[in-house]
């Protein structure tokens, strides 16, 4: 199994920044693949941010130049790092971790994180 704890989160005004960190543990050896999911009040959820063990990365068209996702291999933990935070950003922001591929659809994916709270007052 693969424990993924998520911290960061919490209430910012639209236009600041925020930051999320979630840190990977147990059997990680199989995990090619961590990203950042969000799910907003009725809405299905989707895609922020993915990044490969290999560095690659992969955005949603609407974070796209607000939003980076970075790794830390040695601390087996990633980063996103929102600015420019807009209202429609308000969610659930999810960990998630997929081994052996990548893949966009979050039901591909093998491990969750918990979740962190994001809120952008406008």
């Known amino acids: 199994q693969v424990q993924l704890v998520e911290s960061g989160g919490g209430l910012v005004q639209a236009g600041g920044s925020l930051g999320l960190s979630c840190a990977a543990s147990g059997r990680i050896l199989n995990i090619v693949t961590m990203g950042w999911f969000r799910q907003a009040p009725g809405k299905q959820r989707e895609l922020v941010a993915t990044i490969t063990i290999a560095g690659s990365t992969d955005y949603a068209d609407s974070v796209k130049g607000r939003f980076t996702i970075s790794r830390d291999n040695a601390k087996n933990t990633i980063y996103l790092q929102m600015n420019t935070l807009k209202s429609e950003d308000t969610a659930v922001y999810y960990c998630?971790?997929?081994?052996?591929?990548?893949?966009?659809?979050?039901?591909?994916?093998?491990?969750w994180g918990q979740g962190t709270q994001v809120t952008v007052s406008s």
């Open positions: 998630a971790a997929k081994r052996f591929t990548w893949h966009i659809d979050p039901t591909r994916y093998d491990y």
